[in-house]
């Protein structure tokens, strides 16, 4: 057994499920180790759930990677995990440079991450491999005289649902063709959405999948969701991980509708709700420090609690005058120093 694994989760932001997801699964499997997490804001909340946090630049900032390394360095991290989309390519191409100083990626590669991060690549992707995705419109492929309505408009790279609309008129169309920069536009789809999460190991060996409804959608991250064993999407959702090549966790989007399965987005990433996911006994966290450390989890392919609901809330924390974490090195009750 490992003595001592350090933990390293990028954009800690509103992140608190996952930091103290982790943190739990290196208690209950007996290591002595850290989570350390990274953000531009020193306000962000999961800076204060961590065991030390880190600001650092934005992650399009031309010395990011090079200010995660050296914290990798510094603080002995065993593992790091990037978890928003833009920095995932990022990451993705400078996977070898982590592995030279000892440090686990928790990464896609590049040309994974920029498929992904591209709606346009991923139905193109999806098409080529005969997986079920709604079709997908560039502007230019667009036949005003034709096209059906209604209609879905987003950006062509993009998250948390931001500028995206519901597209029931020319007008609208043509509005929004111009409004957002750069969109693809698809056909609106009906039915019961769904977040599948999905974990790899890093041998590329699919270790779990979960759906889940998303009964409650805020700000792009499900609020109120509930998981279901619903077998045909399970092994759809196996499949297409293992024809992209995709490492650690992912999740996929789609909708159902009268048992036709067609979906819209696949994000090599934790997913906003993945604490109903551990909820129900797929523990993405302890499996990860078991691959990380060599113990080669076997698969839990459909097996996790079928049915179980989530009921979101906030949580708020307050720090009188400024204090807390940054008060002259003061550690805080509920926070910790940031170096």
């Known amino acids: 057994m490992v003595n001592k694994f350090n933990v390293l989760i990028t954009a800690a932001s509103r992140r608190v499920a996952m930091i103290r997801g982790f943190a739990t699964a290196l208690r209950e ?3 002595n180790g850290a989570v350390h997490v990274t953000d531009t804001d020193k306000n962000s909340p999961g800076l204060r759930f961590c065991d030390k946090a880190h600001l650092v630049p934005l992650s399009t900032s031309h010395g990011y990677i090079q200010a995660i390394l050296e914290i990798c360095e510094k603080e002995k991290i065993d593992l790091v995990i990037p978890t928003i989309d833009e920095e995932l390519p990022v990451f993705g191409a400078n996977k070898e440079k982590f592995k030279a100083i000892g440090v686990i990626p928790l990464v896609s590669d590049e040309n994974i991450g920029d498929i992904c991060n591209d709606k346009h ?7 080529e ?11 230019h492929e667009i036949d005003l005289a034709s096209i059906k309505y209604p209609l879905f408009i987003k950006p062509r790279t993009g998250r948390g649902s931001v500028s995206a609309y519901p597209v029931r008129t020319e007008t609208h169309l043509r509005f929004f063709l111009d409004y957002i920069e750069d969109p693809v536009v698809q056909d609106y789809l009906d039915g019961m959405e769904y977040t599948v999460d999905a974990l790899i190991g890093l041998d590329g060996k699919v270790l779990s999948v979960v759906p889940r409804e998303r009964l409650v959608i805020r700000s792009g991250v499900c609020d109120r969701g509930r998981t279901r064993k619903n077998m045909k999407l399970i092994t759809l959702c196996r499949d297409i991980c293992e024809k992209l090549g995709v490492i650690g966790p992912v ?6 509708n009268k048992g036709e399965i067609s979906f819209f987005e696949i994000n090599p990433r934790f997913s906003g709700a993945i604490q ?9 966290f302890k499996m990860i420090v078991k691959d990380a450390i060599g113990e080669n989890p076997e698969p839990v392919i459909g097996e996790f609690t079928d049915n179980l609901m989530m009921m979101s809330y906030e949580e708020s924390i307050f720090e009188e005058n400024g204090h807390g974490i940054f008060s002259d090195g003061k550690i805080a009750d509920s926070a910790k120093k940031i170096s």
């Open 251 to 256: 999740n996929l989007q789609c909708k159902v």
């Open 29 to 31: 499997l007996g290591i």
């Open 129 to 139: 491999h005969d997986f079920p995705f709604v079709k997908t419109y560039l502007p």
């Open 121 to 127: 690549l991923t139905a193109k992707f999806f098409d």
């Open 276 to 284: 109903l996911t551990v909820a129900a006994g797929a523990d993405f």
